[in-house]
C-alpha cells in the first residue's frame, strides 16, 4: 500500500471545497427573488431549527493571503450604517419564518466582527434577539481577529450570548506574519484567549495555514508549539491556495518565498501527526478537534453537516445567511447576496432581499447532495437508510461511478461492504476527492484554477 505522501502527490488536484452540492460556481444570477421567497414560505409552513449567519465585512487591513469578501477601511462609524441593514434584511427574513421556529446556530464571520466596536456588537446582537426566538441550547460563535479584540469587545460578546470563538492566528513566526502583512504577536493571541475563557466563552478554536510565504518546517513546527500551549478546542489548518487570478490581492505576495511543494506537504503531515499525538482527532477538510468535543460527537453519531462556515454539528439545519455575499441554504434551494454593499444597501431600500444569485436543486441533486454529505460528514453511510430515505439503491444510481470506488478502496480510502461505505482514517484526509467521484457537474475539463488543489 502507498504511503500518505504518495497518495498526497497522486490525488492532489484541483478539486472543490463542498461547503455545498451542488457548489457555488452552479449557481446563476437572477434578478427575481420570487422563488426564493416561496420556496422560504413552503419551507417555514411548519416550526423548526434553523442557523443564522451574519456577515461582518470590514476590515482595518488587508491580508494579502485572505480570499474573503471583505471592505477596507479605518472608519467604524461604518459598522452603524451596516447594522442599520442588517436589520432590514432581518425583517424581510423574519417575515419568511414560522413564528415557532428556534435559532440553534448563529454565527458571525467576516471580514472581521471584531471590526464593530463593543456598544455596535451589543447593538446587533441585540436587534438579532428581538427578532428571532433563541434554542435553549443555541451555539452562538463568532470570528475574532486578536489584532483588534479588546477586553471590552470580549465583554460585549458575552453579554450578547456569544459561546463560542473562533481565532484567526495563521501563522506566529514574525517573518511570515511580515510576508503576509498581518503582524499579530503570539501575545494577542494568548491575551484574547485568556479574556475569552475569564468571560466563561470556553470553546475555542485556532485557524492556521500552511503554505505561506517564509514559513519552512522548522517556523510551522514552533507555531504548532506555540498555539498548543493554549489548549484551544479545535483547530482549523487550511491549505494556503495561491489563485492571484481570482483573488487579486495575492498578486502582492513574493512567489520566490513560498515552501516548495514537499515542503508544504510535509508540514501538513507534520500537522497531523501533531495534533492527532496531543489528542485531537481529524474530522477531515481541516478540522481537528478534541475526544469529547461536541465536533467530535457529532462526526462519531453522525450529525456533522457541512455548509458555507465548514463544519457543524447540527444536521438537517437550513442556515439564513445575511449581510453582503451571505449564501443561504434552505431545503432545495441556495441564494446568495450580492457583493456589492451599494447594490445591498439599495435593494434593501426598496424592500428587497439583497440576492444576486440563486440555484433550484433539482431531485438528482439533491440525491447526490445527502449521499457525498454522508461521505463528508460520517465514518460509515448505509445504503439500505439511502434507499428508504429516497427510494434509490445507491449502487444502482450511482452505477456509472461505483467502479472507480476500486481505486479509492485500494489504495485504502474507504473500505466496501454489503451494505455500507466506510470513510478510513487515511481516507478522511481526502474527502474531497472521495466527493468528486459522485459530483455530476465534475468533468476533467472542468477542473481548472476555479479550484484549490484537494490536499
Known sequence: MQTEKDLIQKYNVPGPRYTSYPTAVQFQETDNT??????????????????LYFHVPFCFSLCWYCGCTK?????????DVYIDYLTKEMDLIKEQLHPESNVIQLHMGGGTPTF?????LRRLGGEIKKRFQYHPKIEFSVEIDPRTCSKEHVAALAEIGVNRASLGVQDTNEEVQKAIHRIQPFEQTEQVTRWLREAWINSISFDLIYGLPKQT???????????????PDRFAVYSYAHLPNLMPSQKLLHEEDFPTPDEKLSMLMLAIDTLENEGYRYIGMDHFSKEGDE?????EEGTLQRNFQGYSTHANT??????MSGISMVDSIYYQNTKDLNAYYTELDEGNLPVIKQMILSEDDRIRRDWISGLMCKPRVKFDEFEKKWGVNPKEYFSDEWSRLDELENDGLIIQLANEIQITTRGRLFLRNIAMVFDAYLSPEKQTQRYSKTV
Not at 420570487?34 to 422560504?40: C, D, F, N
Not at 518546517?217 to 489548549?231: A, E, G
Not at 437550513?318 to 449581510?323: E, I, T
Open 217 to 231: 518546517i522548522k517556523t510551522f513546527k514552533q507555531t504548532l508549539k506555540d498555539v498548543q500551549t493554549l489548549s
Open 295 to 299: 465536533l467530535t460527537k457529532a462526526l
Open 34 to 51: 420570487k422563488s426564493v421567497i416561496q420556496t422560504l414560505k413552503k419551507r417555514n409552513s411548519k416550526p423548526g431549527n434553523i442557523s
Open 116 to 120: 464593530l466596536k463593543p456598544d455596535q
Open 318 to 323: 437550513d442556515m439564513y445567511a445575511l449581510g
Open 71 to 79: 471592505i477596507i477601511t479605518k472608519n467604524t462609524d461604518r459598522g
